[in-house]
């Protein structure tokens, strides 16, 4: 069975901090790995894909990935209240499978 | 912009009824999913789909069927509804790049 396993939170930060999100994975043969993010009542959506080892950025957003010991996190620099959401990571594993198994989400509050 | 949209946002149904979910994506893709999201339980994948007429069961099929007779029509059914079927309904697809999963804005179902 494939886990992928985030701390549920809530992770509370204060408005224009570093908020950061983690995630473990069981699968070591996975490849592909992804962040969405989901507003309350809303359907989620991606904002990062990473696929090799290390650090890529995209605006306030950096998503880093270590394989050998099997986690990647989200950092969120100058987090705002509109950041307020929940995380959810999801990875793809080995095999060619297009499917990919979700975590359960990790809430975020930024507080002004 | 791919479109995928669900045909009610919420739905009221009893005990024992037949309920149709709709699901419609704009963008030719081959690969499209339904999941149920439950308060603490994450995403779960109940069906999915990689060509008209095919499908594959997911991790919790039990208690519903698929229809894809449209390349860009993927149907859920609940044959007898239960109120455990109470949930938020997901429908997602598979972008060309095999890898980013588009979301419907979500189906809220009440089985009373």
């Known amino acids: 069975q494939k886990e992928v396993e985030q701390n549920s939170g809530p992770l509370s930060v204060p408005e224009g901090a570093i908020a950061s999100l983690n995630c473990t994975y069981s699968?070591?043969?996975?490849?592909?790995f992804f962040w969405y993010r989901q507003y309350s009542g809303k359907s989620p959506e991606l904002i990062m894909s990473?696929?090799?080892?290390g650090d890529k950025e995209d605006g306030r957003f950096t998503a880093q990935l270590n394989k050998a010991s099997q986690y990647v996190s989200l950092l969120i620099r100058d987090s705002q209240p509109s950041d307020s959401a929940t995380y959810l990571c999801a990875v793809k594993g080995s095999g060619g499978s297009y499917i990919p198994t979700f975590g359960r989400g990790t809430s975020l509050i930024v507080h002004p | 912009d791919v479109k995928v949209t669900q045909s009610s946002r919420y739905l009221v149904k009893r005990t024992g009824e037949k309920v149709f979910l709709e699901c419609v994506q704009d963008?030719?893709?081959?690969?499209m999913f339904w999941y149920r999201q439950d308060p603490g339980l994450g995403l779960r994948l109940i069906y999915f789909?990689?060509?008209?007429?095919?499908?594959e069961k997911g991790d919790i099929p039990e208690g519903y069927s698929v229809s894809r007779e449209k390349k860009e029509r993927f149907s859920l059914i609940l044959e007898s509804a239960s109120t455990n079927q109470t949930s938020m309904y997901l429908c997602a697809s598979l972008g060309g790049d095999q890898e980013t999963q588009y979301f419907g804005p979500g189906t809220r179902l009440l089985v009373l």
């Open positions: 963008m030719d893709h081959e690969n």
């Open positions: 699968d070591r043969g996975s490849q592909s």
């Open positions: 990473i696929y090799s080892n």
């Open positions: 789909s990689y060509d008209v007429k095919m499908k």
